[in-house]
């Protein structure tokens, strides 16, 4: 956030597909910028459009630290817009009948297969009819208050403040963890009953060679402990694949997808730290060996006799 409360219309804001009454008009606008409760006060406006039959998603910007790109401010491009038409820093572009030059380009992409153009801000308002997506302002005093205050004497606004935001991609990742904490917890339980299926079939199968080995003296707890060395070995193998697969996929995603997402710069040692290595694998291995307790104590509670008469 470029300050302390953003601003939207009531309907939800303006962005791809929303219609013309989602946006901050310029009464509006003209009000919020005579709050006393606010200063610092910037505009951002979104649209779309289209350029020789290729839709466009246009951004007007009033801070370019929200965008990485290869230029200076001014008029930036998407990747997709250079490799379709040739654009390079110094053509000209044409945005609804009038002409910018391109000042910078970018890998950024929406995603849907549209063209991406980052425009200042004073120049995107009036291509889309002086309208404004959101405003941004620091507040003075509590943001809080000043949230409210602006709620009440503004008509058909929205306001947000960081801790908003904040609360909204706390809810937004809880959700998430907890989809992908069910699917975990699915696979762990599946992994588990696996190791405990395989252990109860390698005791069965190997009945007459544990009958041998507590004949020649072998006592219950040393048949115990290498079963349960067997599985404890079963998971870490396990862990150790996993751990490979995973730094294989992760590596193919941030050379693939890396620019997309901004991310291009994120090394795997990041995405696969020490700490996340050692939990996988001793977490592995701690369930193996608990899934193979019970395959454990019965190969260590086999009668001798019986188990060598085993076939």
Do not use: C, H
Request: proline share 2%.
């Amino acid at each position: 956030m470029m300050g302390d409360i953003s601003i939207y219309n009531s309907s939800g804001g303006a962005y791809m597909g929303s219609t013309m009454d989602s946006y901050l008009d310029q009464k509006t606008v003209s009000q919020i910028k005579n709050m006393s409760q606010l200063y610092d006060i910037k505009e951002e406006t979104t649209f779309t459009t289209e350029m020789n039959r290729t839709p466009l998603y246009v951004i007007g910007l009033s801070n370019w630290d929200q965008v990485k790109f290869n230029g200076t401010p001014g008029v930036v491009i998407d990747q997709s817009l250079v490799d379709k038409f040739g654009y390079k820093i110094g053509s000209t572009i044409t945005i609804k009948e009038k002409d910018f030059t391109v000042t910078g380009i970018t890998k950024e992409t929406t995603g849907m297969g549209m063209g991406i153009i980052f425009l200042d801000v004073d120049k995107a308002v009036p291509l889309n009819d002086n309208k404004v997506t959101s405003i941004s302002a620091s507040a003075r005093g509590d943001p809080e208050t000043v949230k409210k205050e602006v709620e009440s004497q503004v008509s058909g606004v929205t306001a947000m403040t960081q801790s908003d935001f904040t609360k909204q991609i706390d809810d937004m990742m809880n959700g998430i963890m907890l989809f992908i904490g069910a699917i975990a917890s699915i696979g762990l339980i599946v992994g588990v009953i696996s190791i405990v299926n395989i252990m109860l079939v390698n005791v069965t199968e190997r009945t007459r060679e544990i009958g041998v080995l507590k004949a020649i003296g072998f006592t219950n707890r040393e048949v115990l402990g290498s079963i349960l060395m067997e599985a404890g070995l079963l998971g870490f193998i396990g862990a150790m694949v996993g751990l490979i697969l995973a730094a294989i996929l992760l590596q193919l995603g941030i050379i693939l997808f890396g620019a997309q997402l901004g991310m291009e710069d994120v090394s795997l040692a990041y995405m696969l730290p020490a700490w996340l290595v050692l939990a996988v694998v001793g977490g592995a291995t701690l369930l193996s060996v608990l899934a193979g307790l019970y395959p454990a104590w019965r190969a260590s509670r086999l009668n001798v006799v019986e188990a060598l008469r085993y076939d």
